[in-house]
């Protein structure tokens, strides 16, 4: 999993107490996803008054925390698709969007778009639609590690743990003994 793009914490709040100044009468941890999609301020509030019970509900994940998703500002490991990892950390899109086909403002305005990404991707892993591409983690001490080529860790034999009915969910202890695994298998440790 990526390292996300942090979001700036007091320009967050400052435009989170403006819009909540000019919108008094709005519970701002209701307020619709098209609204937050379309106005900043009501996203930043949004993510302001929903941050300690997302972050809780969430936890981390590697060692990375989540971040507010740059479009509709909910809590999220999940990033933007089209990003590409080896110009650095991607930027937040929440699970939502992303089944929307959002990317991140920076993807937008490059013309980068989500079928751009998910191609990309397919060609790094020959098609194989099991395979999770991993950038970089956080380690037990909460250092980000980075992973340059990024690696390619085949999960398909992880979909048992999934449960019934198979949710996509992949239990993520698993995934980071792989990774753990293929990044001593790179840097030679074990191999006597």
Same mark, same amino acid.
Not at 59 to 85: F, N
Not at 147 to 160: S, T
């Given at each position: ?7 700036? $914490? ?20 209701? @307020?619709?996803?098209? $609204? $937050? ?27 990375? !925390? ?22 650095? #950390? ?18 937008? #305005? ?20 099991? @395979? ?26 992880? #979909? ?17 003994? $792989? !990774?753990?695994? #293929? ?10």
């Amino acid at each position: 999993m990526p390292a996300l793009v942090p979001h700036d $914490r007091d320009a967050m709040h400052a435009s989170a107490k403006t819009w909540l100044r000019g919108h008094p009468n709005t519970m701002a941890s209701e @307020v619709h996803r098209i $609204r $937050r999609l379309v106005e900043p301020g009501a996203r930043n509030a949004y993510s302001v008054l929903t941050m300690v019970a997302a972050k809780s509900r969430l936890g981390t994940l590697g060692g990375a !925390v989540p971040e507010p998703c740059c479009l509709c500002g909910e809590w999220t490991h999940a990033y933007c698709e089209s990003c590409r990892l080896e110009d650095g #950390a991607p930027f937040p899109v929440c699970t939502t969007c992303d089944g929307a086909k959002a990317v991140c403002p920076q993807c937008l #305005a490059a013309d980068r778009t989500w079928e751009v990404g998910r191609d990309e991707h397919a060609a790094r892993t020959q098609g194989r639609d099991t @395979v999770l591409e991993v950038n970089g983690y956080h380690n037990e001490l909460g250092e980000y590690i980075e992973c340059r080529p990024p690696l390619q860790i085949d999960v398909e034999d992880l #979909a048992h743990l999934a449960g019934p009915g198979g949710d996509g969910l992949i239990y993520a202890q698993e995934i980071f003994a $792989r !990774v753990q695994a #293929a990044m001593d298998a790179r840097s030679g440790i074990g191999m006597d």
